[in-house]
């Protein structure tokens, strides 16, 4: 991948996973073939697949459940910038319901990152739904315009996920320094209680003070080798900010 689609996959990647909340677009089952957009908050996988938490009665979980097609737009504006020149994000693939199997680790997942959600547990018409990606493309601002390759952007299931609870549990007891360090390097927040969450294919999440915050990575990794080395390798490049 040359320089410049790396960058542009790095900051969409970046959006997806700093992003709760955009326009879902389905095809409207009682207006055939005209697209139906509606705001709805997400959360990502491990991957970067997309997962909603939706009732059966809205109309774009009826509109799936006729046609699969959609498709979720994120947006950012910059601070003190034309809107034109916005970052946008246009996600397309098929929502379709979480595999039972899969369920309480996305119920568990969302309630970390939306934990409002929790109330529409109590809901029998509530359901989770997968947006499995198929078409993904950037919009960085005037000039930054690309379609991204679907290698890392497709569904799947990174080898260390098996191990995830065990690998933030590590962490969090035994690097903390590290955990501390990162959050103080990227967003400049200091917190010595500050814990690791949720891991990602391209980073991980910290909690401090009941807010959730994003730690990229600069490469992909999907065993626990590659996850570990991305580890040690930030936290050289962090120890600076240790103290």
């Known amino acids: 991948m040359n320089?410049?689609?790396k960058a542009y996959e790095l900051s969409a990647a970046y959006l997806l996973r700093t992003t709760t909340s955009g326009i879902l677009s389905t095809i409207s089952k009682a207006y055939k073939g005209y697209p139906f957009g509606s705001y709805v908050t997400y959360i990502s996988g491990p991957d970067r697949?997309?997962?909603?938490?939706?009732?059966?009665?809205?109309?774009?979980?009826?509109?799936?459940?006729k046609d699969s097609k959609a498709c979720l737009t994120l947006s950012r504006e910059k601070i003190n910038d034309d809107k034109q020149n916005s970052q946008?994000?246009?996600?397309?693939?098929?929502?379709?319901?979480?595999?039972?199997?899969?369920?309480?680790?996305?119920?568990?997942?969302?309630?970390?990152?939306l934990p409002e959600s929790k109330k529409y547990s109590k809901l029998h018409d509530f359901d989770f739904y997968k947006?499995?990606?198929?078409?993904?493309?950037?919009?960085?601002?005037?000039?930054?315009?690309?379609?991204?390759k679907n290698k890392y952007w497709k569904p799947s299931s990174p080898k260390w996920l098996p191990n995830e609870k065990h690998m933030i549990e590590h962490m969090n007891e035994d690097h903390a320094n590290v955990i501390y360090s990162s959050l103080k390097a990227q967003h400049g927040k200091v917190d010595k209680k500050a814990k690791m969450v949720a891991l990602c294919i391209d980073g991980y999440f910290i909690e401090s003070?009941?807010?959730?915050?994003?730690?990229?990575?600069?490469?992909i990794c999907l065993n626990a080798k590659s996850y570990r080395d991305m580890l040690i390798h930030q936290a050289k490049q962090y120890r600076k900010f240790e103290n």
Not at 89 to 94: E, H
């Open 3 to 5: 320089t410049k689609l």
């Open 49 to 65: 697949s997309i997962y909603i938490y939706a009732s059966t009665l809205a109309q774009h979980t009826k509109n799936l459940f």
């Open 88 to 113: 946008r994000l246009t996600l397309m693939g098929d929502l379709e319901p979480v595999m039972e199997t899969d369920k309480e680790y996305i119920k568990k997942r969302f309630h970390t990152f």
């Open 131 to 148: 947006l499995s990606l198929l078409k993904i493309r950037w919009i960085g601002g005037f000039g930054e315009i690309a379609w991204l």
């Open 209 to 219: 003070d009941s807010e959730i915050f994003y730690i990229n990575f600069d490469e």
